[in-house]
């Protein structure tokens, strides 16, 4: 079949869809819908629509990006627009089919927005809403709309358009086409994308490979997740763009086993793009032939570094080596490999069919396009979004996060990942750019970006995420496997409430040293989260270090629980529920925490009434209580 041909087959799918007589019901089905309870809602989505006999088409859909609302439940009945409802759980789908589909009440109270042509009224439009309004969906565009099981929706929605034009182009002029959109790899390090082809291109030795990390390890980070489970064939289009480019039929993709959803959906996509002729051997009756095979990873960090990756493909254990030689010219099993993360492939099938100058002109002069990014933490509105590059933080958190919950104060933004840097507010304006996130003292990496409130101790943060490093080091070179030990030692001991005086100097200068010795870029980049926390919150380490105080009140060793004697009811719930039997009390008695036993878990804090606050939480700071329960004073509570 001819690609016009696909084409004309696809349209006709599509349009038996989205302009049938029959309503369309699409369910958010990736990973984030199918925790929220997607699948039971499908389940009495279809249950119902049986029970009513209505005659309807039920699809499921990949992430729209706001996994905080999931299961997200499109409606489109015909001739009206497509409304989306969220936190549809099943309990909620009766109501919605006997409100919208029998009796045509839209339920604008239940409707999050209309999505595409038409208006409903009182239901505002999904993409103006404000966590969407500053998004620019390049990467993410069909996420949400189409089957990702089903290649004639990509191909409907201008899928593989991009390798069918490439085809027809020079290898060179396709490369010349990245490098005016100024693409950069979105796996962390922004290396040019157009570079790496050309230097792949130009290795003689044969045959080469061209290689997608989808390895996701940041903690927090689920962008790749998301596109391999909501759109898989943009990924493959690019890299069979990229093969073109390169001059290879090999391609690899190496994903987390911990992603099944993702595995299942790509070796579909591949199947289906084969049976039609847009992956496999003479594509679309050219002479270029590409496959790609999947290969899974046990999940271990270091194996998305580059040259441990390929190791691990290899079979070998999955450790960087040096560089040079770099892995364009001696990559996989000593073969020119061109290395690009999902995102980076992503982009391209776009930056083909719409030119690099259209691309070009989102971001800012040197990180040029749009960005996904994972945003999690103490944020109103957490999940996948899509952002112009250029675009400040304070935007990020406020305009399309919706900003810190529980009437709690911003304190940092964490991005790049556990190597990433924590930026404090005074650095809020602070453009999302490669270079400028680099100054600032924290890196672009893949996308995870984790916002923290007032009660985030900066200085457990750093312990956090250097433990994740020191975990996850391969333990190959001396600086890393030693170094990062070492620092998490004197880390423990700070917020152990041991600190010594140049205990924060010894850290500065163990940080240098890791970074100018690490064999790879987990060791030169993991203190960046113990540099960037002094940099921006020293006094907070002093207050450790100097008075044994942690003011976020995190640390444990570093905070005591009192009972307030003027507030204490005696009602005895924090202490049936203390589980070490640290309180002691009894009827109208004034309880008391042995100090000895408590294990600072927290629990009375949390079980004690609002009504009458009397558990105190203190950091270097002693409460006078009584040593004893006593009975509660006339006139108290
Ligand atoms: C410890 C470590 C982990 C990494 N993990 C990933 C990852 O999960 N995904 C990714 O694309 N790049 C990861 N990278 C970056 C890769 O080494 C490489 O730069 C990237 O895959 C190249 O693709 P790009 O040019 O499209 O960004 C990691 C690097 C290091 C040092």
Redesign the pocket.
């Known amino acids: 079949m001819s690609f016009p041909e696909i084409q004309t087959r696809a349209a006709a799918e599509w349009k038996g869809l989205w302009q049938s007589q029959k309503p369309l019901i699409l369910v958010g089905l990736a990973t984030c819908g199918m925790a929220a309870g997607g699948n039971a809602t499908m389940q009495a989505i279809k249950e119902e629509l049986a029970k009513r006999n209505i005659d309807a088409n039920v699809m499921p859909v990949g992430c729209l990006g706001l996994c905080y609302l999931e299961p997200l439940v499109d409606i489109v009945k015909p001739g009206r627009p497509r409304i989306c409802y969220s936190r549809v759980t099943r309990e909620k789908v009766a109501e919605l089919i006997e409100d919208y589909l029998v009796k045509d009440n839209p339920r604008p109270d239940l409707a999050l927005g209309t999505i595409g042509e038409g208006s409903v009224e009182g239901i505002p439009k999904f993409f103006d809403l404000p966590m969407l309004r500053p998004q620019v969906r390049i990467v993410l565009d069909r996420c949400g709309t189409i089957d990702a099981e089903n290649v004639l929706h990509y191909v409907a929605k201008g899928g593989y358009s991009g390798l069918d034009k490439a085809l027809g182009m020079q290898p060179e002029d396709i490369i010349k086409e990245v490098e005016k959109s100024g693409l950069r790899?979105?796996?962390?390090?922004g290396?040019p994308?157009s570079k790496?082809w050309q230097e792949a291109r130009r290795s003689k030795a044969a045959p080469k490979f061209v290689v997608c990390?989808a390895?996701?390890?940041d903690p927090g980070a689920f962008m790749n997740r998301s596109v391999l489970e909501g759109d898989p064939h943009s990924v493959l289009e690019g890299m069979a763009i990229a093969g073109y480019a390169v001059g290879t039929p090999n391609g690899h993709i190496y994903v987390r086993a911990e992603y099944p959803l993702a595995v299942k959906r790509l070796r579909i996509a591949i199947e289906q793009a084969k049976e039609l002729n847009l992956l496999g051997k003479n594509i679309l009756g050219s002479d270029f032939s590409f496959d790609v095979e999947i290969m899974q990873g046990a999940g271990a960090?270091?194996c998305?570094?580059?040259s441990a990756l390929m190791y691990s493909i290899e079979g070998k254990r999955g450790m960087p080596r040096v560089r040079p030689p770099r892995s364009v010219e001696s990559g996989l099993w000593g073969l020119p490999t061109s290395?690009?993360?999902v995102e980076?492939f992503a982009n391209v099938p776009n930056i083909v069919v719409r030119g690099g100058e259209w691309f070009a002109k989102y971001g800012t002069e040197k990180s040029r396009g749009t960005k996904t990014f994972a945003l999690t933490g103490k944020i109103s509105r957490p999940g996948l979004i899509e952002v112009p590059m250029g675009i400040q933080l304070r935007q990020i958190v406020y305009d399309i996060g919706g900003g810190i919950p529980h009437d709690k104060t911003f304190k940092a933004i964490q991005t790049g990942g556990p190597s990433g840097g924590c930026l404090p507010t005074s650095m809020l304006d602070t453009p999302v750019d490669y270079e400028t996130l680099t100054k600032a003292g924290s890196i672009m990496g893949?996308g995870g970006m984790v916002v923290m409130d007032e009660e985030t101790c900066m200085v457990d943060v750093a312990r956090y995420f250097l433990s994740f490093c020191r975990d996850e080091s391969c333990g190959k070179c001396v600086p890393c496997r030693e170094g990062l030990p070492l620092m998490i030692d004197i880390l423990e001991r700070i917020t152990g409430g041991v600190g010594q005086p140049g205990d924060i100097e010894r850290l500065l200068a163990m940080s240098d040293t890791v970074i100018k010795g690490a064999l790879?870029?987990?060791g030169t980049t993991a203190p960046n989260p113990v540099l960037s926390s002094v940099r921006y919150f020293r006094e907070e380490w002093e207050a450790h270090v100097n008075e044994k105080r942690c003011p976020a009140l995190v640390c444990k060793p570093l905070i005591n629980f009192y009972i307030l004697p003027d507030k204490c009811a005696g009602c005895g719930i924090c202490l049936r529920a203390c589980p070490v039997e640290a309180i002691t009390g009894g009827k109208r008695m004034v309880h008391v925490i042995d100090q000895g036993k408590c294990i600072k878990c927290t629990t009375c804090l949390e079980k004690c009434p609002t009504k009458f606050s009397a558990v105190k939480k203190v950091s270097a700071e002693t409460v006078e209580v009584p040593k004893e329960p006593v009975p509660i004073a006339a006139g108290a509570k």
């Open positions: 790899g979105r796996g962390g390090a290396f994308t790496k990390n390895d996701e390890g960090f270091v998305g570094e580059g290395l690009n993360n980076t893949s790879c870029g987990l």
